[in-house]
């Protein structure tokens, strides 16, 4: 099976009522673990691949490990999205290069750092609309602005001013109105990274998880049941594996991520694709500690990337299965870009 527009796996999640992990990748080990973990839990699936993936992989090799992906498991739909386009050159390269979905993050100026306004983030994602749709593939937009910078993909944003900058339901539905874009990704207090949260208990001084404005999602739902929310920064930075971590010679204090339950209850309002990429790095980091620590006298790096992928194949099953596409594979047959191209210009 050919790469899927990202568009379908959506609208099947959508009727379906579950949730679609977006996985980001940089390597051959984790395109292994997802496809493997698509496979055996029978899932569509979205992988993605960040500016800084993409340079980091050379583009090419990204996407010649993509087509063995596809070709080595032709049942699986995967749809393959730019993660965080920042200009209309970036999701042009990406179309190029085969993506079946582009992200543009006009929330953030071309810096990825400095909150867009309004005007420009509209103006941007129409460009990207009208260069995308026409070709069949599929466009995800931002509205508000997750908080932190950690990986270069937030305002970094005070708690104080987090708020002043999740997503407005009555705006997000003139945008969606607007623009006509497949994806809306949404600001409701997430972040990317391992440290989401400041709260802290105020008896036990426990870190806690960070208050997500729910209500948000709720209301945006009720004012546009078909429109297809995501949740970036969804990583739920389990324990376990930052136990495995610091155990192991790691340092990553006062972590936290976001509930799986806040994700369900996401995906149960409208929330069709969920955004991975700290849980897989927390598992292949482990790992590969651990081969370090136990076994000083490795050299053979299938020692330790063995253990790594086999690690992140874990943490992808299990969010498979938690956020619902898991079963779902065979229930549709996949459209091509160009099935899309006429969808698009109905
Ligand atoms: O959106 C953020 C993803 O975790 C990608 O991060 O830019 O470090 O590849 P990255
Ligand atoms: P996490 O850092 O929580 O995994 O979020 C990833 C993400 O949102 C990619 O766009
Ligand atoms: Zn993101």
Not at 3 to 23: N, S
Not at 161 to 174: C, F, G
């Amino acid at each position: 099976m050919p790469l899927v527009p990202m568009r379908q796996i959506l609208d099947e999640a959508a009727k379906g009522g579950y949730g679609v992990g977006a996985f980001n990748v940089n390597n051959m080990e984790q395109i292994q673990a997802i496809m493997q973990a698509a496979n055996d839990t029978n899932s569509p699936v979205i992988i993605q691949a960040s500016r800084g993936a993409l340079k980091y992989s050379k583009m090419i090799y990204l996407k010649k490990l993509m087509e063995a992906a596809v070709e080595e498991y032709p049942h699986i739909p995967v749809a393959l999205h730019l993660d965080h386009g920042n200009s209309v050159e970036t999701c042009k390269q990406a179309i190029e290069l085969g993506f079946t979905s582009v992200m543009i993050d006009g929330s953030l100026k071309e810096d990825a750092k400095t909150p867009n306004t309004y005007e420009g983030n509209l103006e941007i994602t129409m460009k990207v609309i009208e260069l995308a749709h026409p070709l069949g593939v599929t466009v995800e937009a931002e509205l508000g602005c997750l908080g932190g910078i950690e990986d270069g993909h937030g305002a970094g944003l005070s708690d104080k001013d987090v708020e002043a900058h999740l997503t407005d339901p009555a705006q997000a539905e003139e945008f969606v109105k607007q623009t006509g874009v497949d994806a809306l990704a949404v600001a409701i207090g997430t972040s990317h990274g391992a440290y989401k949260s400041s709260r802290k208990d105020p008896v036990t001084g426990e870190v806690l998880p960070p208050k997500l404005a729910m209500d948000r999602i709720i209301e945006i739902h009720k004012r546009m049941p078909n429109c297809h929310m995501v949740m970036h920064g969804s990583s739920s930075v389990p324990q376990e594996l930052v136990d495995i971590i610091n155990k192991y010679g790691g340092k990553m204090p006062g972590t936290k991520g976001i509930p799986l339950e806040e994700i369900k209850k996401g995906i149960e309002n409208g929330v069709r694709k969920v955004n991975v990429d700290t849980d897989s790095r927390l598992a292949i980091t482990g790992a590969i500690r651990k081969v370090f620590w136990e076994q000083p006298e490795k050299f053979d790096p299938r020692d330790y990337l063995k253990p790594a992928r086999e690690a992140a194949y874990q943490v992808y099953v299990e969010r498979m299965k938690a956020f619902g596409q898991a079963g779902h594979a065979g229930d549709y047959k996949p459209l091509t870009l160009d099935d899309m191209k006429s969808y698009y210009k109905k």
